[in-house]
């Protein structure tokens, strides 16, 4: 079978360093490694709206900085269909069908969706909407009977969702949903990058991140202000690796050939790990040698940004000729479904 990839993200602010880590660089290789039928890049702003349906314009302005942001880093448009989910409507037919093959109960068990809830405050007032998210995603996915699907480990109780709902529907109607397969980032630290202020994740809603769109300046700041090892007071004081965002950043970027380029004493990270653990090393070189290596990748990123800033209405061409693509995909997929459900009412034609 070949492979069908389907991901996204959705628009509700910039992009940052943990999706590049965590998703954006993974898209970049599959794209270039070639071994794919089709590549589905979804940006999911009705999706957004189940949190933010009272601030439509923060969803409809960071929907083209997304789009941005994915070119940006290297996708490609002539070879991954990037759409907006509100531009194919038949995601919405497909989200009902599958709606009856779901409880409500098994939504509120689903652990990413309780987590959610509990982030949000949505425990006394939930919207339907944000509780379907999971079935929603199913119909996302499903509906360009994708097989490969890039996500962070944070995702994967909702992807399971999608499983039961695919053999639900094919024990129900009929077998024309494939199994799906998660794609992991290939560093644990990718999957869930650390926030700058030492909390778990980094977060758009925490305010713990570097933006793909941040000047040098703001970067720089940002990393030099990173929680450290608070006990690493003094530069001859041996310092603590576990918890420190630096090191767990440099884990996430670093390459040996980044030591022959900004800091020669050292051959690898592992050497430069020993030297702070030991002591006699400060919070501020490390610092400084991760700031050379975040602005190395982000520099060409910002490059790429400021000529598509130029030409937005070239974005949104991308975006809209993606949706009819996507759109027509979605239609053979809701055609299928109708054929094995027992509703596909134009077979009652007799001309």
């Known amino acids: 079978m070949e492979n069908i990839i389907m991901t996204g993200d959705r628009p509700t602010g910039n992009l940052h360093l943990g999706h590049y880590v965590g998703s954006l660089i993974n898209r970049v290789e599959l794209q270039n490694e070639g071994n794919y039928k089709k590549y589905y890049i979804m940006i999911a702003d009705t999706q957004a709206l189940t949190d933010n349906s009272k601030n439509v314009d923060k969803v409809k302005n960071n929907l083209i900085q997304v789009a941005i942001d994915y070119l940006s880093v290297g996708l490609d448009p002539n070879k991954v269909c990037i759409f907006i989910q509100s531009m194919v409507p038949e995601l919405f037919e497909i989200t009902g069908y599958f709606m009856n093959l779901v409880s409500v109960s098994r939504l509120q068990r689903n652990p990413t969706i309780k987590d959610e809830i509990k982030q949000r405050n949505f425990e006394k007032s939930l919207p339907i909407g944000f509780l379907n998210y999971p079935v929603s995603q199913a119909a996302d996915i499903l509906a360009f009977n994708a097989n490969i699907i890039p996500v962070g480990e944070d995702q994967l109780p909702v992807l399971e969702q999608t499983r039961e709902i695919i053999h639900s529907f094919n024990n129900t109607y009929g077998e ?65 690796i576990e918890g420190n965002i630096v090191f767990s ?72 000729k993606g949706s009819e693509e996507a759109r027509e995909e979605a239609k053979k997929t809701i055609e299928k479904m109708k054929d094995v459900i027992g509703i596909n009412y134009k077979k009652f034609l007799k001309n």
Not at 199 to 211: L, Q
Not at 217 to 238: G, L, R
Not at 259 to 282: R, S, T
């Open 176 to 240: 024309i949903f494939n199994d799906i397969q998660p794609l992991l980032p290939k560093k644990k630290i990718c999957a869930r990058l650390p926030g700058l202020d030492g909390k778990i994740k980094m977060s758009k809603s925490a305010g713990n991140c570097i933006y793909l769109r941040d000047d040098e300046k703001t970067v720089k700041e940002k990393i030099m202000s990173a929680y450290t090892d608070p006990n690493h007071i003094k530069v001859s004081d041996p310092g603590q």
């Open 249 to 320: 950043y440099l884990d996430a970027f670093c390459q040996d050939y980044h030591f022959e380029k900004y800091l020669p004493d050292y051959k690898n990270l592992d050497e430069l790990k020993a030297h702070y653990k030991k002591g006699g090393l400060g919070d501020v070189k490390v610092k400084l040698f991760l700031n050379n290596i975040i602005q190395e990748l982000l520099t060409p990123i910002r490059q790429k940004r400021a000529e598509l800033e130029k030409n937005i209405d070239k974005v949104y061409e991308i975006l809209f």
